[in-house]
């Protein structure tokens, strides 16, 4: 089992910027990328950036520009730093991580998010 631990929610007005961060324990052994996800209320869970332990970095559309995430091998950590947030950015933001050699993925329970205008 692998465990993740997320932190540095909270409220923000709009153009503030905010930090998560995810710690990463237990059977980390063959984690191959790190992510982040959100869901608003009322909408599907949604991509938000991951990045391989390659390094290569995948943005969703809304946040490109705006968001940067970064892992810490050494630490186990996945960052997600977030600028110029909108409202639309309010959501629970949540960790993931995937073993795709065994098909295992794991998620933390979520840090919320909130953009006021």
């Known amino acids: 089992q692998v465990q993740l631990v997320e932190s540095g929610g909270g409220l923000v007005q709009a153009g503030g910027s905010l930090r998560l961060s995810c710690a990463a324990s237990?059977?980390?052994?063959?984690?191959?990328?790190m992510a982040w996800f959100r869901q608003a209320p009322g909408k599907q869970r949604e991509l938000v950036a991951v990045?391989?332990?390659?390094?290569?970095?995948n943005y969703a559309d809304s946040v490109k520009g705006r968001f940067t995430i970064s892992r810490d091998n050494a630490r186990n950590t996945v960052d997600l730093q977030m600028n110029s947030l909108k409202p639309e950015d309010t959501a629970v933001y949540y960790c993931?991580?995937?073993?795709?050699?065994?098909?295992?993925?794991?998620w933390g329970k979520g840090t919320l998010v909130t953009v006021s205008s």
């Open positions: 237990g059977n980390i052994f063959g984690i191959n990328s």
């Open positions: 993931n991580a995937h073993k795709e050699q065994y098909g295992l993925t794991y």
């Open positions: 990045k391989t332990n390659g390094g290569s970095t």
